[in-house]
């Protein structure tokens, strides 16, 4: 089964600085990749996703993303953050039924006047 | 629209004691999930189904029961609660497109 490793638990960033959350996955087979965000005391939702083509995949809020298949990687990028953005990021991946989701632990982005 | 609901918000049991959580969604979503969110670990696949009176395990299914009698609701039962199912569930669905939409979350106390 497919795996995902979020590389930092807790990332702080001073408002309009920007930030990169990294993602690596493990799969041996093709993959869908995910990034979801969870506000506090909410559910998740989309930020962005690949499934194929472009690598550079771009989402709500102003939120990028970047697959990365050699270094099995799918970070996201943001250039300027807002206080708004604080909240817990969580990245996903799924094999190509898209029925088995696994998560990674979460990144929370504290984002600091 | 109100998209994926779950009922109850909160609820604390005693050890041993059964419930059911209430997952609805009015998308007329076929596949729809269960998870539960541990601090440090994520989101977990508990079950899930791919259409009515369908279900199937995912990555943590002990202790846990699922059904999927009509095509809107997919309930998830625990029949024993232990401590170790003190969490937060969620639940999800989705069309044939890849999108999974989640619910707001219940969070479950077991004492």
């Known amino acids: 089964a497919q795996s995902v490793t979020q590389l930092d638990s807790q990332v702080p960033v001073f408002e309009e600085a920007p930030v990169e959350l990294r993602c690596n996955y493990s799969?041996?087979?093709?993959?869908?990749l995910f990034w979801y965000v969870q506000y506090p005391n909410q559910g998740l939702q989309l930020l962005l996703k690949y499934l194929s083509g472009s690598t550079l995949v771009k989402g709500i809020n102003g939120f990028e993303a970047e697959f990365n298949k050699s270094q099995t990687s799918f970070h996201l990028r943001k250039p300027s953050v807002h206080i708004s953005d604080t909240a817990e990021y969580f990245c996903a991946v799924s094999d190509a039924r898209n029925n088995d989701m696994r998560f990674g632990a979460g990144t929370r982005l504290t984002v600091k006047p | 629209n109100a998209g994926v609901t779950q009922t109850p918000k909160f609820r604390v049991l005693k050890t041993g004691q059964s419930m059911t959580l209430l997952c609805a969604q009015d998308m007329n979503h076929e596949y729809m999930y269960w998870y539960r969110q541990d601090p440090g670990m994520g989101l977990r696949l508990i079950h899930y189904?791919?259409?009515?009176?369908?279900?199937a395990k995912g990555e943590v299914p002990d202790g846990y029961n699922v059904s999927r009698l009509k095509k809107q609701n997919f309930l998830l039962g625990l029949e024993s609660a232990a401590p170790s199912q003190t969490s937060v569930y969620f639940c999800?669905?989705?069309?044939?497109?890849?999108?999974?939409?989640f619910g707001p979350g219940t969070r479950l106390t077991v004492l």
């Open positions: 799969s041996s087979v093709s993959v869908y």
């Open positions: 189904s791919v259409g009515e009176g369908t279900t």
């Open positions: 999800a669905s989705r069309a044939t497109t890849d999108t999974q939409y």
